[in-house]
T-cell receptor, first 110, second 112 residues
């Protein structure tokens, strides 16, 4: 399993963009990069995933470095509801499990 | 949006008792999982289930644990003889592997 490094915590102001970094230098060539978040007292929630190209969906954008050793989750306009722990999880395609690290605790200030 | 439903939301049980945690995965998903999160700690993988059998399990998932899909909709986790250290949030998840996993909101198990 690829080892990941994420900041323990980050702060943002409401309605500003947030860039959450993740280093995964030991990622395998076939690992997808998944991002999940966990709001207080809730189960993890899927955010986005990608393999090589940058990805966009209604929740966020994922920017993947050309060498795939790092990625950045971008929340374009943070809201109070985005305050959560964000997990970056490299995952083999077709795998049966997610291995959660400690993630980044994002605080959003009004 | 489709949801994974877990019941009960909170279960209190005495040490040594059996508990069954229930989950209704998303109807067209084929892969099912249980995870747990002890208070203040990481989310931990327990077991994955596909085609009516366990496809992978962690070291945590010992002989005290079992999973079952008794009908076409439910997916259960049974703990045969609960211990104090089994107290945790238990999350069920399902996936079609083309998208992300969908997690339920969890069952808080308290063993006293």
């Amino acid at each position: 399993d690829a080892k990941t490094t994420q900041p323990n915590s980050m702060e943002s102001n409401e309605e500003e963009p947030v860039h959450l970094p993740c280093n995964h230098s030991t990622i395998s060539g076939t690992d997808y990069i998944h991002w999940y978040r966990q709001l207080p007292s809730q189960g993890p929630e899927y955010v986005i995933h990608g393999l090589t190209s940058n990805v966009n969906n209604r929740m966020a954008s994922l920017a993947i470095a050309e060498d795939r050793k790092s990625s950045t989750l971008i929340l374009h306009r943070a809201t109070l509801r985005d305050a959560a722990v964000y997990y970056c999880i490299p995952t083999p395609g077709g795998t049966n499990k997610l291995i959660f690290g400690t993630g980044t605790l994002l605080a959003v200030q009004p | 949006e489709p949801e994974v439903t877990q019941t009960p939301s909170h279960q209190v049980t005495q040490m040594g008792q059996e508990v069954i945690l229930r989950c209704v995965p998303i109807s067209n998903h084929l892969y099912f999982y249980w995870y747990r999160q002890i208070l203040g700690q990481k989310v931990e993988f327990l077991v994955s289930f596909y085609n009516n059998e366990i496809s992978e399990k962690s070291e945590i998932f010992d002989d005290q644990f079992s999973v079952e899909r008794p009908d076409g909709s439910n997916f259960t986790l049974k703990i045969r003889s609960t211990k104090l250290e089994d107290s945790a949030m238990y999350f069920c998840a399902s996936s079609d592997l083309n998208y992300g996993y969908t997690f339920g909101s969890g069952t808080r198990l308290t063993v006293v």
